[in-house]
T-cell receptor
């Protein structure tokens, strides 16, 4: 039973466009929602994270939008660049219990 | 990279043999984790540690054991490897229970 559902599985975006990846979670006890970026052959790297007391967090071109009532959160990548091409994972959890989505493979075409 | 190294980086072994993977950190993080990554499943927690000799099970702990005798080292052992344990294994560390930083991974193939 997957506690965090991520969509889409893959995404192709033109350079300069907006990439949007969505996640939904089930456990209302989760109170930490990070996004990770992973390049082939590397470990996941923490990109940005949010707590449920805010609805949006922005760091550079990356924004998390959080909807607590719907139990959904999303990652927006503005002005997407070819260097953003990677696999992105959302996660949700608390107290050492982190559950990950299945991942989205993003390709940004030049 | 949060000062994390994993060894070996690649290993091929046969069904039924014991395997130990090592995670070493240099920044004195309290929390350490072992995950496996499989296509379609994302990352799944195997075991974690919240201090020396303090460990607990994760989501997919069956067939795995761990030990932490020093702050800097967290070992994952497959007592008798099976083909279903073919995966990429990641170690992670954290200062608190939330913000995790991952190592480079170990690709394990069980034939």
């Amino acid at each position: 039973q997957q506690q965090v559902k991520q969509s889409p599985q893959s995404l192709i975006v033109q350079k300069g466009g907006i990439s949007i990846i969505n996640c939904a979670y089930e456990n209302t006890a989760f109170d930490y929602f990070p996004w990770y970026q992973q390049f082939p052959g590397k470990g996941p790297a923490l990109l940005i994270a949010i707590r449920p007391d805010v609805s949006e967090k922005k760091e550079g071109r990356f924004t998390i939008s959080f909807n607590k009532s719907a139990k959904q959160f999303s990652l927006h990548i503005m002005d997407s660049q070819p260097g953003d091409s990677a696999t992105y994972f959302c996660a949700a959890g608390n107290n050492n219990d982190m559950r990950f989505g299945a991942g989205t493979r993003l390709t940004v075409k030049p | 990279d949060a000062g994390i190294t994993q060894s070996p980086r690649h290993k091929v072994t046969e069904t039924g043999t014991p395997v130990t993977l090592r995670c070493h950190q240099t920044e004195n993080h309290r929390y350490m984790y072992w995950y496996r990554q499989d296509p379609g499943h994302g990352l799944r927690l195997i075991h974690y540690s919240y201090g020396v000799k303090d460990t607990d099970k994760g989501e997919v702990s069956d067939g795995y054991s761990v030990s932490r005798s020093k702050t800097e080292d967290f070992l994952l052992t497959l007592e008798s490897a099976t083909s279903s344990q073919t995966s990429v294994y990641f170690c992670a560390v954290a200062l608190d229970e939330y913000t995790q930083y991952f190592g480079p991974g170990t690709r394990l193939t069980v034939l």
